[in-house]
T-cell receptor, first 110, second 112 residues
Framework: DQQVKQNSPSLSVQEGRISILNCDYT??????FLWYKKYPAEGPTFLIS?????DKNEDGRFTVFLNKSAKHLSLHIVPSQPGDSAVYFC?????????FGKGTRLSVIA | NAGVTQTPKFQVLKTGQSMTLQCAQD?????MYWYRQDPGMGLRLIYY???????DKGEVPNGYNVSRLNKREFSLRLESAAPSQTSVYFC???????????FGQGTRLTVV
């Protein structure tokens, strides 16, 4: 039973356009959400997070939106760059372990 | 400042062999985790240690054991490796709830 779902295994976007990655969760106890980026042969690296008391958090080109009533969050990357091509994982936590989704592979085409 | 260090980076085992994956941190974080990553499966939690002296099972603990040796080190042991344990293993550390976790570079394990 997946508690964190990323329903799109892959996404292709043209350079300069917006990338939107989606994530749904089922556990209403989750109160902190994170996005990680992973390049091949490297460990995941933290990208951006949001607390359940907020509905938006921005960091440069990256914005995360949280819709608690829909149990949905999304990551927006604007503008997308070729270096953004990676696998993106959504994660959530109510307590110590992070629960991850299966990931979405983003390809930014020049 | 190395952060989270995993050893070895690569390993090939024969079915039935045993080995220990090592993880050490210099970040002074309380919680440590072992995840495995398989194609199409994301990151699945094997075991975690919320603090020194405690360990708990995660989503996929069967076939593994762990030891939280001290605050810095958290090892993962495969007593009798199976081909189903072929995976990339990641160690992560975290200081408390509502913060990010920091990952090591991973150990790529192949069991033949």
């Amino acid at each position: 039973d997946q508690q964190v779902k990323q329903n799109s295994p892959s996404l292709s976007v043209q350079e300069g356009r917006i990338s939107i990655l989606n994530c749904d969760y089922t556990n209403s106890m989750f109160d902190y959400f994170l996005w990680y980026k992973k390049y091949p042969a490297e460990g995941p690296t933290f990208l951006i997070s949001i607390s359940s008391i907020k509905d938006k958090n921005e960091d440069g080109r990256f914005t995360v939106f949280l819709n608690k009533s829909a149990k949905h969050l999304s990551l927006h990357i604007v503008p997308s760059q070729p270096g953004d091509s990676a696998v993106y994982f959504c994660a959530a936590t109510p307590w110590t372990p992070l629960v991850f989704g299966k990931g979405t592979r983003l390809s930014v085409i020049a | 400042n190395a952060g989270v260090t995993q050893t070895p980076k690569f390993q090939v085992l024969k079915t039935g062999q045993s080995m220990t994956l090592q993880c050490a941190q210099d970040m002074n974080h309380n919680s440590m985790y072992w995840y495995r990553q398989d194609p199409g499966m994301g990151l699945r939690l094997i075991y975690y240690s919320a603090s020194e002296g405690t360990t708990d099972k995660g989503e996929v603990p069967n076939g593994y054991n762990v030891s939280r040796l001290n605050k810095r080190e958290f090892s993962l042991r495969l007593e009798s490796a199976a081909p189903s344990q072929t995976s990339v293993y990641f160690c992560a550390v975290r200081t408390q709830s509502n913060t990010e976790a920091f990952f090591g570079q991973g150990t790529r394990l192949t069991v033949v």
